[in-house]
């Protein structure tokens, strides 16, 4: 995904004097940034070069001019609180919240005075987070990616590839706060497209067989994965089920049909995170995050697994093909 294609784009930045940056920031001969992460160092390595190169175009190179301290829940939200309190300690001079809501809520509670980038949230300011896209007010800004607004738009999908499944399930992580908006949500997308729904939950990932399970039972013929940073770690497991039960699965994100899984159709993970580095440096330089908008994407990726569709037995639509960003044979 080009930078072109998100609104609110950054544009070009030059590098403010010493004096223009954050007081938590003179205090140290070097920046630094806290990271904080719901998911584990290993599932989010693939983006973290996208989070580099959007700091390195402000001037900003990691262990030269800056430094970046990373936290990391390994998927126990729990944990989440005391590790924005340590940065909070640390007064670090910028915290980015990594992996949803619930990151970007905690360090929200933790600060009103560190800048906070949030990165590939839901709606900001259903959440609370932020006072509108435009003006964020406060400390916080970010990134948000329409997760559960597309929805509707991935039952349409699976009615496409897999038109001879009856019945449809979805996959929710009833540990997030949104858990029962996005049941809801799905609910209504599911009878927009004249299909019966079967809910499976999850909490942790030793909940996905017994979810599996279920949806086997209900004989689900079609499978949308909804959008957690719990099922996002926890990719390639899922695939794994999915192959395992043959259930057509539409996912959130590329990186779930490059791992083996059916269809994708959402925005770009590793565009979020670039954003999310280029804000993190105009903040370094000087800038406010409340006079940062909230950057949303306006272009959604539908990446389409040929392989693993002759696997299940399905016949890609040529129509669907043809409107696929990213086809993997």
């Known amino acids: 995904m080009k930078r072109r294609e998100f609104i609110g784009l950054v544009g070009s930045a030059i590098a403010a004097p010493s ?11 070097m920046p630094v940034i806290g990271f904080l992460g719901s998911q584990s160092a290993d599932a989010t390595e693939h983006v973290l070069p996208s989070f580099r190169q959007g700091l390195k175009e402000l001037g900003l190179v990691e262990g030269k001019n800056v430094r970046i301290e990373f936290r990391w829940a390994e998927d126990h939200y729990d944990r989440l609180p005391a590790m924005a309190a340590e940065l909070v300690r640390d007064n670090v001079a910028v915290i980015v919240a990594s992996g949803g809501n ?6 929200r509670k ?5 800048p906070i980038v949030i ?64 049941a809801k949500s799905v609910q209504e997308a599911a009878q927009a497209v004249g299909r019966p729904l079967v809910v499976a ?29 719990l099922f996002t770690s926890r990719r390639d497991h899922l695939v794994a089920l999915a192959t395992r039960y043959a259930i057509p699965t539409v996912f959130q994100f590329r990186e779930f049909v490059l791992a083996g899984g059916l269809v994708s159709y959402g925005a770009s993970l590793s565009e979020a995170y670039h954003q999310a580095g280029l804000y993190a440096g105009r903040i370094l330089r000087g800038e406010k995050p409340s006079d940062l908008p909230v950057v949303q994407p306006t272009k959604f990726d539908l990446v389409i697994n040929v392989k693993t569709a002759k696997a299940l037995g399905l016949e890609v639509p040529p129509t669907l093909l043809a409107r696929a960003d990213e086809v993997i044979e």
């Open 19 to 29: 004096s223009l940056w954050p007081r938590a920031a003179q205090a140290q001969q």
């Open 102 to 107: 619930a990151t970007a809520r905690v360090v």
């Open 110 to 114: 933790a600060t009103a005075t560190i």
């Open 119 to 182: 990165s590939a949230t839901a709606d900001p300011v259903k959440a609370g987070l932020v006072e509108s896209f435009n003006r964020p007010g406060g400390n916080v800004t970010g990134i948000a990616l329409l997760t559960v607004e597309l929805d509707a738009k991935r039952l349409e999908l699976l009615r496409e590839i897999a038109p001879k499944a009856d019945i449809i399930g979805a996959l929710i992580d009833s540990s997030r706060v949104e858990g029962e908006v996005v």
């Open 201 to 229: 939950n999850a909490r942790a990932e030793g909940d996905f067989d017994a979810a599996f399970e279920l949806l086997v039972r209900e004989r689900v013929g079609a499978l949308l994965v909804t959008a957690s940073p």
